[in-house]
């Protein structure tokens, strides 16, 4: 079975620029989710979506991330424009069902953003 | 905001050594995960047990639960040099259906 797949694996960018990160959970997986994972911290929830609609947006910094879930199957996360906070690692997590926290979470790689 | 904070932050062993690792956590919970992290195999998931749950074993892992006390506690025994990893605890509170992690515990298992 093949796993979470993320891209791109690494991302320089210049404070203000824009970035896009991609994840393709795994297949017949209902529920995806991201995370921003600081150095030294453990990885906080920003978006839920089940299928294609949003469950849990609470942690989004709406005013610079925004998230979609086309037709129920991959993703986008986005920041606009990117803060030198922002630096981190962006994981995209799936699981099979409806509600998150019995199942298990399957991680993909994460995508190591640093913002300069 | 985190809701688990393991302890120690960072913990130093020889092979075969038991390594004990411990989460404490602030509000009532559905159920209280265990996750490793390294380069290789980035973040995995290792074990769930649910508030009605005092104990579960997994191969090498056991895990315990104390919901008096908010607290669980993961025990690796005879650890190997792959065990080398970050350890988070992850809690579900009730009423809520995400995961709230820890900052870890880094444990670096020498042979």
């Known amino acids: 079975e093949a796993g979470v797949a993320q891209s791109p694996r690494y991302k320089i960018i210049e404070k203000r620029q824009s970035v896009a990160f991609w994840c393709n959970p795994i297949?017949?997986?209902?529920?995806l989710y991201w995370y921003q994972q600081i150095l030294g911290q453990g990885p906080k929830l920003l978006i839920q979506?089940?299928?294609?609609?949003?469950?849990?947006d609470s942690q989004l910094p709406k005013d610079r991330f925004s998230a979609e879930r086309l037709k129920g199957v991959d993703s986008t996360l986005k920041i606009q424009p990117a803060k030198l906070e922002d630096s981190a690692v962006y994981l995209c997590?799936?699981?099979?069902?409806?509600?998150?926290?019995?199942?298990?979470?399957?991680f993909g790689p994460g995508t190591r953003l640093l913002v300069l | 905001s985190q809701q688990g904070e393991e302890d120690p932050q960072a913990l130093s062993i020889q092979e075969g050594e038991n390594a004990t690792m411990n989460c404490s956590y602030k509000?009532?919970?559905?159920?209280l995960q265990w996750y490793r992290q390294n380069s290789g195999r980035g973040l995995v998931h290792l074990i769930l047990?649910?508030?009605?749950?005092r104990e579960k074993h997994s191969g090498r892992l056991r895990v315990t639960l104390d919901t008096s006390k908010k607290s669980s506690s993961l025990l690796i025994t005879a650890s190997r040099a792959a065990d080398t990893a970050s350890y988070f605890c992850?809690?579900?509170?009730?009423?809520?259906?995400?995961?709230?992690f820890g900052k870890g515990t880094m444990l670096l298992v020498s042979p």
């Open positions: 997590a799936s699981s099979s069902g409806g509600w998150g926290g019995q199942e298990t979470q399957y």
């Open positions: 297949s017949g997986h209902a529920t």
């Open positions: 979506f089940q299928n294609n609609g949003v469950v849990d």
């Open positions: 509000t009532s919970i559905n159920n």
């Open positions: 047990i649910r508030s009605n749950e």
């Open positions: 992850a809690t579900v509170n009730s009423g809520y259906s995400t995961l709230t």
